[in-house]
């Protein structure tokens, strides 16, 4: 991945969303760094998506911004998939090419949603699986089984917690298609 391909992506984003998307990651990560690092690690995959939701909530807080509370989550839910783009993107920049295997760009985004949830020897290749079944063109309802299905196989993920991962999987990426 390069620069190139980051600003592709971003590129549907707001300037404000990918701000705010910036404070979310480093929310995240400062997270990751200090509270989350043992307790609470199964959050850090849905991390950027909380702190998208506080922090627009925020915004529209402070501006007295006349958005409902379903637009503000929205927006919120738009700022977490683009901190998570941000993300997979620094990952495949900062990445020594001779020391680590160069993956594709949904297979970063989904080893973001998954940290918490596979020991980190495991997170590469149950990530890669997860994006095979979604290259496979399987009908939505049956792609949507098939990932769930995995997750609840190759993590520590709960039935509930597989679902919903599911859905953050496949949302993520529909929303860094073009």
């Not at 690092?37 to 911004?65: D, V, Y």
């Not at 949603?113 to 939505?140: F, H, K, P, Q, T």
């Not at 997750?151 to 859905?167: I, N, Q, R, V």
């Amino acid at each position: 991945m390069n620069f190139s391909d980051i600003y592709y992506l971003l590129s549907d984003y707001s300037v404000d969303k990918i701000l705010l998307a910036g404070a979310s990651l480093g929310i995240t990560l400062l997270l990751k760094k200090t509270l989350l690092r043992k307790k609470l690690h199964r959050l850090l995959s849905i991390m950027p998506f909380i702190a998208g939701i506080t922090l627009n909530l925020t915004c529209a807080m402070l501006m007295g911004s006349g958005d409902s509370f379903g637009m503000i989550i929205k927006s919120g839910l738009s700022t977490g998939s683009a901190a998570t783009v941000l993300y997979a993107g620094i990952c495949g920049l900062t990445e020594e090419k001779g020391s680590y295997e160069v993956l594709p760009f949904d297979t970063l985004v989904i080893e973001g949603l998954l940290a918490g949830y596979v020991d980190d020897g495991m997170l590469s290749s149950v990530a890669s699986e997860c994006a095979d079944v979604l290259r496979l063109s399987l009908s939505a309802e049956k792609e949507h089984e098939e990932l769930k299905k995995l997750l609840t196989e190759k993590t520590s993920a709960s039935d509930a917690e597989a679902e919903m991962l599911a859905k953050i999987i496949r949302n993520t990426l529909a929303a860094t298609e073009n």
